[in-house]
T-cell receptor
Framework: GDSVTQMEGPVTLSEEAFLTINCTYT??????LFWYVQYPGEGLQLLLK?????DKGSNKGFEATYRKETTSFHLEKGSVQVSDSAVYFC???????????FGTGTRLTIIP | DTEVTQTPKHLVMGMTNKKSLKCEQH?????MYWYKQKAKKPPELMFV???????INESVPSRFSPECPNSSLLNLHLHALQPEDSALYLC??????????????FGPGTRLTVT
């Protein structure tokens, strides 16, 4: 079945540091890939998405590239801010399915 | 507008109570979802409605009863819950179900505590 593996957290960085959160997936077919962010006490917000190989999703300074050859969708940001502190979930949706497959989530804390 | 609304924001109920959670979207989406999220875990899918019909029930206990009165509304009726049902309940919606490219938009959730 489909699965998503995220790097274990928590991750703590200083403000303005470079961020990478690793995500790899296993899926049949050609899934769409997503990053969701959950701020404390809130629901999930769609951060970015990519629907086919080599697509790059980007939003709010975050980027992720759909790499089919390495089955990866790593999240990156060049300079993090305290306001980026949240839990980040990588997820996939396979064509024809209605069920999102989530990774375990990575808690990110940015210190001033 | 990509907003999904949920009410109430917080709910405390006893094990003998009956309550309902409500979810609404006005994006013209035809798929709606209920998820349960425990602390420090990803959301777990409970139910999916496609075109107002129940398409997925992830073996959820019958004390949870979903209802989709129309394409914009989704309810979750709760009865005789257990303390372990305390969690954040999230609603989501997406466009045409099953296309594989449709992102799900989540509401802010209802924080449920069962006493």
């Amino acid at each position: 079945g489909d699965s998503v593996t995220q790097m274990e957290g928590p991750v703590t960085l200083s403000e303005e540091a470079f961020l990478t959160i690793n995500c790899t997936y296993t899926a049949t077919g050609y899934p769409s890939l997503f990053w969701y962010v959950q701020y404390p006490g809130e629901g999930l917000q769609l951060l970015l998405k990519a629907t086919k190989a080599d697509d790059k999703g980007s939003n709010k300074g975050f980027e992720a590239t759909y790499r089919k050859e390495t089955t990866s969708f790593h999240l990156e940001k060049g300079s993090v801010q305290v306001s980026d502190s949240a839990v980040y979930f990588c997820a996939l949706l396979n064509f024809g399915n209605e069920k999102l497959t989530f990774g375990t989530g990575t808690r990110l804390t940015i210190i001033p | 507008d990509t907003e999904v609304t949920q009410t109430p924001k917080h709910l405390v109920m006893g094990m003998t109570n009956k309550k309902s959670l409500k979810c609404e979207q006005h994006m013209g989406h035809r798929a709606m979802y209920w998820y349960k999220q425990k602390a420090k875990k990803p959301p777990e899918l409970m139910f999916v409605y496609s075109y107002e019909k129940l398409s997925i029930n992830e073996s959820v206990p019958s004390r949870f009863s979903p209802e989709c009165p129309n394409s914009s509304l989704l309810n979750l009726h709760l009865h005789a819950l257990q303390p372990e049902d305390s969690a954040l309940y999230l609603c989501a919606s997406s466009q045409a179900p099953g296309t594989g490219t449709n992102e799900q938009y989540f509401g802010p959730g209802t924080r449920l505590t069962v006493t």
